[in-house]
């Protein structure tokens, strides 16, 4: 089969998906991966066709004004603040995220278009062209469910009544910031809608498109009200290759006392990442400990660091994060993926979005101690979490039986299973 891959974001929001994407090669199936041009090399790196998706919504992410709205975002209300504060820059970038979109399916002409949450044409390219559309998503967002509550929506003993609802908020938020350009693209390519309730869940005749997920069961259990159409596969990892090694400096940093913890935000340092690298230095000071320090910060020098701390550009995560005590970050789905099935306990930090919930769900896990979010991160807490991670003994045994059920999984190999099955339902 011909499969297209659509995903929009950040390096996250892609990596995921090409290790979905190897699978599908493996299996035999010819695999584009539509995604923002900054990671063209990276895609085609990994062997996989490449379809161009403009950089420029990233750009506006990576502004000034994207970073302040980074910082200050908290709960779903004030995402949909930020959104609206930022309408109109981004107004006209997703109009041509979506017409960009629908040239690479012309292209590619697919016989299954798996969408992320984010790239909007996705059902309508699959109604244009009569084949299947799936749902694939790193992150448990959009199916409701009746036993919790949307992330980003507070924990209200309310019932099943409030947790649906809180989905249906979310998908009403769709359809206002995204319903205009996906009706305007309908217009220009003359394809009328037959159903008024346009949404990511539901084609055209109303029957469930199938979802997909990429996150573990052992980590965030299945609702027993889901559809059979949803699943979640396990973690699509994808490791480092086998001839990677490590720069020399770096592996006689750790060769050279007890393991370090990892603290890297990726590019959620926010406007001052010297600040923040500043704090953790003190922090690792003030607890006695050894870091690697993740370079996403920007500004810190290595002249900079102490003797109990070293600065990588990147490392593979699979390949590093065995190699540490504990891991540090911003709570991105990919990173915590990586720090659980490493069997390492896990503090996050995060700053918006998701991460706030996989925040509460390593917490709720036993594999890691309360987050503490950016606004709130002193020298002093993150001090005290540092001996925390190192020095409880259940939290490292709670972190290392959840590692070892997610070693034990292959959800690309689940996830590969699943989107051949689906493909091969008759799907008007």
């Not at 994207?66 to 820059?89: C, D, F, P």
């Not at 346009?198 to 299945?222: E, F, I, K, M, W």
């Not at 036993?366 to 709130?376: D, H, K, S, V």
């Not at 997610?406 to 051949?420: H, K, M, P, Q, S």
């Amino acid at each position: 089969m011909r499969i297209l891959v659509l995903t929009i974001g950040s390096r996250g929001d892609v990596q995921p998906y090409v290790a979905l994407g190897k699978g599908l090669k493996r299996a035999g199936h010819q695999v584009t991966i539509a995604t923002c041009s900054r990671f063209r090399g990276f895609v085609e790196g990994e062997g996989l066709q490449y379809g161009h998706i403009s950089d420029d919504i990233l750009k506006i992410i990576d502004s000034d004004q994207g970073k302040a709205l980074m910082e200050n975002t908290r709960g779903i209300w004030r995402i949909v603040v930020a959104n609206i504060k930022m309408a109109r820059q981004i107004g006209p970038l997703q109009h041509q995220l979506v017409s960009e979109s629908w040239d690479v399916a012309q292209r590619v002409q697919p016989d299954v278009i798996c969408f992320h949450p984010k790239a909007l044409l996705g059902p309508a390219i699959s109604e244009k062209l009569g084949i299947t559309a799936i749902l694939t998503s790193p992150i448990p967002l959009l199916v409701p469910t009746g036993q919790t509550p949307c992330m980003g929506f507070p924990k209200l003993r309310l019932g099943r009544w409030y947790n649906r609802m809180t989905y249906w908020v979310v998908h009403r938020m769709i359809k206002i910031f995204a319903g205009p350009y996906v009706r305007r693209w309908r217009r220009e390519t003359g394809t009328p809608a037959r159903r008024h309730n346009l949404d990511c869940l539901y084609d055209q005749t109303g029957r469930p498109l199938p979802a997909l997920h990429g996150y573990s069961n052992h980590v965030v259990p299945r609702p027993d009200d889901w559809p059979d159409t949803a699943i979640a596969a396990g973690y699509w990892f994808l490791d480092a290759h086998e001839d990677w090694r490590p720069p020399d400096e770096l592996q006689r940093f750790l060769d050279a006392g007890p393991p370090p913890i990892y603290i890297g935000f990726g590019s959620m340092a926010g406007r001052n990442p010297k600040r923040l690298g500043d704090l953790v230095i003190e922090a690792l000071d003030r607890a006695g400990q050894r870091g690697v320090l993740a370079s996403g910060w920007g500004g810190l020098a290595a002249d900079d660091l102490p003797t109990n701390a070293f600065l990588i550009d990147q490392a593979p995560h699979d390949w590093l994060f065995a190699k540490v005590a504990a891991v540090v970050h911003h709570g991105g789905a990919g990173t915590t993926a990586a720090g659980l099935r490493a069997g390492k306990p896990t503090l996050i930090c995060p700053f918006i979005a998701d991460q706030p919930f996989w925040g509460e769900t390593v917490r709720t896990l036993g594999a890691g101690p309360a987050p503490i979010t950016n606004r709130n991160l002193t020298a002093e807490n993150l001090a005290a979490a540092f001996g925390q991670l190192v020095n409880d003994r259940q939290m490292r045994l709670s972190a290392q039986a959840i590692g070892e059920k997610l070693r034990a999984e292959d959800g690309v190999a689940t996830a590969v299973n699943f989107i051949e099955r689906m493909a091969a339902v008759d799907r008007p």
